[in-house]
């Protein structure tokens, strides 16, 4: 052979070589991006027409069928394959209408919720999180759901009380049943690391590692324990109180932070029928966006009142309202409204909480 022809075969092979390690390389890389990635969303689609609600909030997860929807509650999620509302909680289930409802209770009790009930039967066993769990027919009161029994069970698990609560109407199907109860799985919930920063001389701190957040507020102050829904404060005078509330995610429907504040903390009038406009006073709304002391981007909100008594204007309260956005999973921000009969000495309460108020950091 010539030393030319043989030149040119060297050069073939090694072109051939190197064309063969570049395709096992790139067949590596692919492998690797087939892997199954960690789940992030709250919903993430699923193979076999199943779909997954997972909560890092109330840790745990779910598949359910993709002819259901997921609906985010104030105390965990409702999937159904209707279209399920708040607005008719009462709906009557048809024949294969199915509402499978989880619910997160962070205390534990001594006996079911559904214990009381007159007539229980067992319903089935499922494996619920590598274990099995009794799941029971329970005889309903409720006329307006059709009187239909449902389905009940309840785990205990990490300091929380885990309890589903299935109406299924005349549905004799419990294929669904079976499978989204059997996919549920415990999952870490979110954790947060307490504030740094030292607290003042004359003050204490209300700390939150579950929601995420602390503030500092005056010793002479009385806080109950933190309610989500509904927490008074009082602030060291026999007239002077602040309410502290946590507002859900799923009613944050404009998603524009600030639109939703006003929407939550704006007046609510009673007055219904001819004339009503007499009854509900009227209200003027100022927002502004600053930084408290620490950092934080706080969204002021002052609201005045005006009163009307048989067509005369009486009186006028001017009230601040202060609020943050949150990051957590369940609730999208805090609001620190005033309350007791002292507008004035109120709005200093208010804002001196929001000037004290912080955001933690993840573990």
Known sequence: MKRGSIHILLVFILFVSLVVLILLGTTGNLSKLWQKQPETNTVTSLKSQQNRYQSTYWGFGVNYPQSFKAIETYDGVILANYGWSNNKPNYKLTMDDIEYKISVVDQTFDKPWYSSRQKIEEYKKFLVNEKYITFYE????????????????????????????????????????????????????????????????????????????AFDYPESWNIEDFDPIYTVVDAGGRYTHLTIQLLPRYLSLSGDFLEDIKKETSLQCAADGPGSSIYCPEEEIKTRITKNVLGMDEYIIERKKIFETNNVITTSIDEVVVAFPLSIQQYYAIIFSPLGLSPSDDNEAVLEVGNNFQKLQKK
Do not use: C
């Open 138 to 213: 329970v005889a309903n009161p409720s006329p307006e759901r059709g009187a239909y029994p449902f389905i009940a069970a309840e785990i205990i698990h990490d300091g929380f009380t885990y309890r589903f609560h299935i109406e299924k109407g005349e549905s004799k199907s419990g294929e669904h049943i079976q499978k989204i109860s059997e996919s549920f799985k415990f999952i870490p919930k979110d954790e947060y690391l307490p504030p740094q920063n030292p607290i003042s001389n004359g003050m204490k701190r209300y700390l939150n590692t579950r929601w995420g957040f």
